[in-house]
């Protein structure tokens, strides 16, 4: 049954690949509108079954202590990021997972390389780590707006397509040697529509209470719409990797945005496929004789061990 389930995700999944080697143009490849041929009452269901799958391989994950994940969450100005994750973490042990978010630079991370910043933030082995924004800003914001580069004081800074391929090179190699290590790397892109954009802007500014997450430079930003698309679209093309595939999620519909980010990291914990560590034959036998010390415990009437009477049949077998 969970080999089937895990079929069912990949498959789903799939078209939001981008395949390594791939040309990307987002205005032609990918429909930021799209449901998936599901209903909203559907995708509700799904995404609490997703989040129930998350909890549980969190906790294996943790467990095991072996592996990390760091899901990478990259999206335009009220693409639903914040969102996103509030609804597919919210079963999951906060105590493994750590949301970092990016803004402008500080000087003292200028004053170190351009990765420095987002290695601080990686996840340990057992935990995931979400980057809110990421080090592809590197090659979006920092590629629209270049003159940002001079903050980074880099020395002979070679400008045009041969310095952004460069960057492309450095981030696919430090992501390979991050999965050799035992780091999974989950790159989800939430593809917004410019007039769903302009819509939940709107909404910022009529509603009281959301004022707060509206600002004057969001709508100035957008103003280099045509920019970010071309700047998505080759970072799309140069780093969907083997290794550090790139997921295209649809992000006019929030719940079918949430309902694939839960998807695509479910896909990436099952194929991780934490198991809980087997205890050692000694260890084992240690377990037992404090099992009978805390049976002899047991207060008069009542069972030696309550959890195993709840949770077997008379005749020794487990309950359903």
């Known amino acids: 049954m969970e080999d089937r389930g895990a079929e069912r995700i990949a498959e789903f999944i799939e078209p939001l690949r981008v395949r390594p080697g791939s040309t990307v143009r987002l205005e032609r490849d990918f429909d930021p509108r799209d449901k ?3 209903r909203k009452r559907e995708g509700v269901e799904l995404l609490r079954s997703g ?3 998350l909890a549980e ?3 294996r994950l943790a467990a095991q202590d072996t592996y990390g994940v760091l899901m990478c969450l990259q999206a335009l100005d009220a693409g639903g990021k914040d969102g996103t994750i509030r609804h597919v973490m919210s079963g999951v042990n906060p105590q493994g997972v750590r949301v970092s978010s990016f803004k402008v630079p500080s000087a003292e991370e200028l004053g170190h390389d351009y990765l420095w910043r987002y290695a601080r933030r990686l996840p340990a082995r057992g935990d995931i780590a979400i980057f809110n924004r990421s080090h592809y800003e590197e090659v979006l914001v920092v590629r629209v707006h270049p003159e940002l580069l001079v903050r980074q004081r880099l020395p002979g800074l ?3 397509a041969k310095f952004w391929k460069q960057r492309y090179r450095e981030i696919n190699h430090w992501e390979r040697y991050l999965t050799d290590n035992g780091f999974r790397v989950v790159k989800i892109f939430l593809n917004l ?12 500014l009529d509603l009281p209470e959301k004022n707060w997450k509206f600002s004057a430079a969001d709508v100035r930003e957008r103003r280099y719409w045509d920019d970010y698309q071309h700047a998505f679209s080759e970072m799309l093309s140069a780093t969907s990797t083997r290794w550090a595939p790139w997921y295209v999620v649809p992000a006019d519909h929030k719940w079918y945005a949430r309902v694939c980010t839960a998807a695509v ?7 991780i496929d934490p198991q809980y560590p087997k205890v050692a ?6 377990l037992l004789v404090a099992k009978r ?3 002899r415990e047991a207060p008069e009437g009542r069972p030696a061990d309550p959890y195993a009477a709840r949770h077997t049949t008379a005749d020794g077998r487990k309950r359903r």
């Not at 529509?193 to 709107?202: D, G, I, N, W």
């Not at 034959?281 to 240690?286: P, Q, S, V």
């Open 265 to 271: 990291l479910a896909h990436t914990l099952m194929d």
């Open 36 to 38: 998936g041929g599901l």
């Open 57 to 59: 391989y969190q906790q």
């Open 51 to 53: 989040v129930e799958l």
């Open 293 to 295: 010390n805390l049976e």
């Open 281 to 286: 034959k000694a260890a084992r036998k240690e």
């Open 193 to 204: 529509s410019k007039e769903e954009q302009r819509t939940r802007f709107l909404k910022r």
């Open 158 to 160: 070679v400008e045009g």
